[in-house]
């Protein structure tokens, strides 16, 4: 079943269109009768094929790029020179700047707005076309947090509009809210004539499950607006008080809290191709061989003090870790023989100071001794023996579009911000929640010391780090278990949040050139060449300063 679910995949992946929102050959059909025309291609077709590749961009370039942002991994100088030194400086974040998390991400939001229109007198593709509006809005929200406003209602007009308007980020927002619900009154029908999506990669036709994704996401972009005044916060009040009207008056929509939305289309390690592309990106290929990134991705120094209790640095700026040893560190990154601030020798994580190099501070004094991919990302708590065993484990298990975990933490954060209208939501049970789901996703052993139920104990008192204290501090905390929790999974999610919020205290690369991390990325070149007239021209000084151009819901 799950080389036939690849089998799908594929084909659906030669049919797509590739499609950017300013391409002139997006829909570009001819006449020759033998070749596939658009109408042909069904959303059973186009639905595997657009998840799948989708989920290549977020398990490539966009965990690098947030794993980078977040200071959560840092180079191996000691396998190559100077590595990831444009993300270290900064110095050129400009329209060549991880353009492919824009130029690949939206030709599947192209693939996923054909789904949603396709012809549906008959009610037979409601499943479908739901499913489509909520991928689309999925993506889409990376598309708006990473540039702002962004061609949206004129994009996916192929031939008929080759250069589309570029709509102000807020009303895209609030169409991407409309889809979510347009996606749910779908499913709510359950028109009798709805056929069951057989290609469904992720829940496999369960359309409760989607209707719970739905629900999560909608959760997403309405916290995300949480800093917004006026007339945007009086919409997102509206719209929250919606979500949490239909989340109280039915059993059957909740939000995410029993399974981790996952992507499969049936990887395998028959071929590199059809491997997992999360674990084909970091650690081996479908031989079994290591693949480069796995000898240059290391834990960052900042990630390893963070989680080795403020022992490697002893730095005030870490204090709420100070004699916490976080479980999930060894499944996260691999242990080595190290030495703490005081130069007691211990066995742990070591990590690298993003921006140095071999002979300065915070670098390992060999290869050997830094702190590389833990085994927990692959395979959780399965019992491997060989990197064979791990790659099955991570092609049967496949890539996390959105965890339980960070459900939670929305949740959680949502009924701190708003109780008078998530009184409902137990707040400090969803971030404990929250917790344990990512040790359990991560393989935390549940029994000995070094256990998730231990941690929790030991950070209950933990301003910042546990549920303690005021709310700027509980906002603090899910932070920084947001953090910990999206790292290896989800991270630009989390660098977005981060941008959002200003938790938790990430330092600046040793050579960056700005104070600050970018708010928003340049649009990329392929922009500037073919839809010149509406492109907004910003410079890469602009991005790291709030201003007109920042995403809406951070200029204030």
């Not at 084909?280 to 990630?303: I, K, P, T």
């Not at 959780?380 to 790659?391: E, F, N, P, R, S």
């Not at 917790?435 to 910042?464: D, E, K, R």
């Not at 070149?525 to 790291?544: D, G, H, K, L, M």
């Amino acid at each position: 079943m799950k080389n036939n679910k690849f089998l799908v995949s594929i084909l659906a992946s030669a049919l797509i269109f590739t499609a950017t929102s300013c391409s002139n050959d997006y829909l570009d059909v001819n006449d020759n009768p033998n070749a596939v025309q658009a109408e042909q291609i069904t959303p059973e077709l186009i639905l595997p094929g657009a998840i799948s590749q989708a989920y290549r961009t977020q398990a490539g370039t966009m965990m690098q790029f947030g794993n980078l942002m977040m200071n959560s991994w840092a180079g191996n100088s000691y396998t190559i020179a100077g590595p990831y030194s444009r993300e270290f400086s900064l110095s050129s974040v400009d329209n060549t700047f991880y353009r492919g998390i824009w130029e690949n991400l939206y030709p599947r939001i192209a693939n996923f707005d054909q789904m949603e229109k396709f012809s549906n007198v008959n009610h037979k593709q409601d499943y479908y076309i739901a499913i489509a509006k909520i991928m689309k809005v999925y993506y889409m929200q990376y598309i708006v947090d990473l540039y702002g406003d962004a061609p949206y209602s004129e994009a996916f007009m192929g031939q008929q509009n080759t250069t589309p308007k570029y709509d102000n980020d807020a009303d895209i927002y609030k169409s991407l809210i409309l889809k979510l619900e347009e996606a749910n009154a779908l499913m709510d029908a359950e028109d009798e004539h709805a056929e069951v999506p057989a290609s469904d990669i992720v829940f496999h036709g369960d359309m409760g499950q989607w209707k719970e994704f739905s629900n999560t996401l909608m959760l997403r972009l309405l916290v995300r607006m949480s800093k917004v005044t006026g007339e945007l916060a009086t919409y997102r009040d509206q719209k929250l008080t919606a979500l949490a009207t239909r989340i109280n008056a039915d059993p059957a929509n909740k939000f995410i809290e029993s399974e981790d939305v996952t992507v499969n289309p049936g990887y395998s390690a028959s071929s590199d191709d059809q491997m997992n592309p999360y674990i084909l990106n970091w650690a081996r290929n479908a031989s079994g061989q290591q693949v480069s990134n796995y000898s240059v991705v290391v834990v960052s120094e900042h990630m390893a003090n963070s989680l080795e209790r403020n022992r490697i640095l002893n730095d005030p700026n870490y204090a709420k870790f100070n004699g916490i040893t976080d479980p999930r560190k060894s499944r996260l990154f691999t242990n080595v023989a190290s030495v703490d601030s005081n130069g007691i020798p211990f066995t742990g994580l070591k990590g690298v100071r993003q921006g140095n190099v071999p002979g300065q501070p915070g670098v390992p004094v060999n290869n050997v001794n830094t702190s590389k991919l833990g085994i927990g990302n692959f395979a959780g708590g399965a019992a491997v023996g060989t990197w064979d065993d791990v790659i099955a484990e991570n092609n049967e298990r496949g890539g996390v579009l959105f965890s339980i975990a960070e459900s939670n933490l929305l949740q959680a954060e949502a009924a701190l911000r708003w109780p008078a209208i998530f009184g409902s939501i137990p707040a400090q049970a969803k971030f404990n929640n929250a917790i344990v789901a990512n040790g359990a996703w991560l393989g935390v052993p549940t029994t000995g010391t070094a256990t998730i139920a231990n941690y929790l104990i030991a950070i209950a008192s933990v301003p910042g780090l546990g549920w303690t204290g005021t709310n700027t501090q509980k906002i603090e905390a899910i932070m920084t278990q947001k953090w910990i929790a999206l790292t290896n999974i989800n991270p630009t999610e989390m660098f977005i949040e981060y941008n959002r919020t200003g938790y938790p205290f990430t330092p600046m690369a040793t050579t960056a050139q700005f104070p600050n991390k970018p708010y928003r990325l340049v649009y990329p070149n392929s922009e500037y060449a073919a839809n010149s007239a509406n492109v907004p021209n910003i410079s890469s000084a602009q991005v790291f300063v709030k201003n007109q151009y920042t995403p809406f819901w951070n200029q204030n």
